[in-house]
């Protein structure tokens, strides 16, 4: 064989793929039953990753670069890849650079365009190894003609997808005519390596024919591509010639071994045109490349062949001979074929992300949980809103404290075990100490996110002054077309922050309303008994007992409706649906998750006795309250009057007991909110943070470019820039940075102690849900998975993404007690949120300074 080409390597930098990839995977599977570390994971494919860029100069085994393409289509599967927002810089392949220094290259955060350019130094390294082997063993001649054709079909397929993976102009390695000649070329290498193999088996001479014939139909079409006005100069200055050659090499070998055919037939006229024309072709190829061995023997094969014909037919045959245009073609026996790329390549090695459900799956399982959630929700709150109203009915009717005995003019059993219950909880100093809390975390999640809306502010600013002084050579896509999701879903941030200050309005509001009636509560028995009025005279004996059994009996049914929905609302919680093996395999078999008739099927069967049960609890309770009413009527004329004023304070005092209940849920809740919406909103800043890196590396490799473009008098246009598809949650992770202090925000300190201690902010446990933890709370109980906002498909190449967990908000529909008969204290006015003041020597935090980023490069 004549001298075999091989591509040169796309050469890539060093980039930080661990932090970036760690952080989307946790904010896309944080909701996942399987909330795994991946950081080892990680690890290995950061090493596998940088033996793959920098051991092919080591010509080193394909299995390095086989590793870490498969690892990064198994992640690309399970992620979406256009949310990754590492830099990846690529070199041009061809580029020779210049005195100036550097290399043309293109810098894209995308993982598909990295997996693109491991394919590019996969198919390259193929033919360096092909090249490299030896011709004198089969296994050799089998192996290169595999690893040609299987470059051929790796360019081919980067020739179809490199643009739907880049959508944008590409370095000239990776331009489609570019690839195009470079298939061509690697499948008429293989047919040469399988041409050399006929000859080498000493195969029957027309099959050895056909085989050449095809070699230089695919020669000379690389030859057509490689000489392409606008390729020519990516190419060494050999290749040309070298293929040019081999061109005229096998039209040579093919004439030769078709004129056996003809001497076989006894054509002796035409056996010597087409040894004319081998003798012809084969000294044309001898001239322009160093022959092989192989080479040479047939040119003196050719060359005495023919004057061995022409003198038989002088003497004997005489034989007229044909001109050569009017021979037969020979025909062609096309056996090297472009092998499409495999879906594994490793031979060996596990899948690094098996645990990772593909992406379609995991968001028909958020979308299934979210399905879920809000139907059991629903359900808890028709139970929450019965109990409260139950709970309002009873404390305005002073049950059952009017059907307790207390000598001597005691309090009632129930309003002192009401009582022991709110001391044992803190009373009023923890219900303050809660409502301290909240204003803390109010302004920590503001402040984050102010700082990630000032991060985009300043980046697009950057962007705009830099436009305005280059010009139309400013070719970078602009950064408000960029920046439209993270705008939009920064909006959805602060529009659930307001929702949540509307919350915590209603939440002090009733404070205000019972805080009072908890402080009596909170006191010593003693406190709490000279708080209340003097009963009134006794009625004569007996003349009520009817009516407080009948109460008394009422009241037991009350308990036993409470009890009952405290167990249908633990069994509630407690319904799981796991669609996840059924979601696989209707993604194996369709291709497609149809999640909405899936878990409509599977929740419908799950949830519906739990749903009967609560229907019926609600509608027996509306037959029990109108019992109720009617036996205090009685109980109220058997003893002849209305309600004292001992029984308007005892029924203050038990909705008072209520309303703690109520307030400790409603506070925990809110706690646990803020805590969940500052891991989202670091997560929305982290990925603000690491868009803003993505497009600094960009901005400083183009001002790179525009640099050596003036100063190479513009040998090369710049290449356009990459156009960040729309960022997903990763983070390049915060450095280290000063410690708290005058002039630091709180978002800095918080963001720095939660880089150190690698953890999420402590979340309060959940308050139980009793019979008075009230009705559906102003907070949620759960993030939830918020659809995609999809737009025409194909009307631009960066593709939104799910960023926001929509936070369940029943603010505008908050259920509040409804105490009757005007028993409850009337609304105190509303007092806003008086933030606590500075201490000595720790002045309030203040917003952090222009310019700040918690998130310098490491």
Known sequence: MAELLFVPFKKSSDVDIVKPLRNLIQSTYNTSEHNEDYTEALNELSRLRANAVWKVFEKSSLEVIYSYYDQLVSLESKIPPQEVQIPFKWKDAFDKGSIFGGRMSLTISSLAYERMCILFNMAAMQSTVASQQPIDTEESLKLAAKLFQQAAGIFAYLKANIMMAVHQETTPDLNPETLDALSKLMLAQ????????????????SMVAKVCAQCEELYTDALRALQKEQLKPLWDREWPSIVSAKQSAFRGLAQLYQAHAARAARAVGEEIARLTLADEQLRRAQARIVAPGYLQEHVARAARQLAAAVKDNDFIYHERV???????????????????PQERWSAGGKDLFAALVPMAVHQ??????????????AEINKLREATQLLNSVLASLNLPACVESAPGGDLPDSIRGKAASVRGAGGLAELTRLMAELPELLQRNKDILDEAERMLREEAEADAALRSQFGARWTRTESAKLTEAFRANADKYRQIIDNAIRADNIVQQKFQQHKENIAMLSGSEGELSAGVPEAPDAPAPGSDAAAV?????????????KAERDAIEAELKDTTVDLRERFLAALAADGAVDEPALSAAALGAALAPLQRQTAESVARQDELLARLQAAHAALLAARGGGASGRDAALGRLAAAADAFQELTANLNEGIKFYNDLTQLLVAFQNKVSDFCFARKTEKDELLKDLTQEASRGSVRPAPAPPQHHDAPEVSAGPAPGPGPGPGRSLTAALLQAGAARKEPPPRPPPPSAGAGAGPALPYPTQPQGMPVPF????????????????????????PYPH??????????????YQYPAPQPGQPYPQPPPAGYNPYPQQ
């Open 190 to 205: 293989a047919q040469e390596v399988i041409a050399y193999k006929c000859i080498k088996d000493e195969m029957k001479e």
């Open 322 to 340: 044909p001109d050569a245009a009017a021979l037969e073609p020979v025909a062609r026996a096309p056996i090297a074929k472009a092998l499409p």
């Open 364 to 377: 028909a399982l958020q979308t299934s949980a979210a399905r879920r959630t809000e139907l059991v929700t």
């Open 549 to 561: 059994q009948q109460l008394r009996q009422l009241m037991e049914a009350v308990e036993t409706v």
């Open 791 to 814: 737009g025409a498909v194909g009307a631009a190449p960066y593709p939104y993404y799910a960023p926001v967990p929509a936070l369940y908000n029943p603010y505008a529909t908050l």
């Open 819 to 832: 105490h009757a008969h005007g028993r409850m204290p009337p609304p105190q006015p509303y007092q806003p």
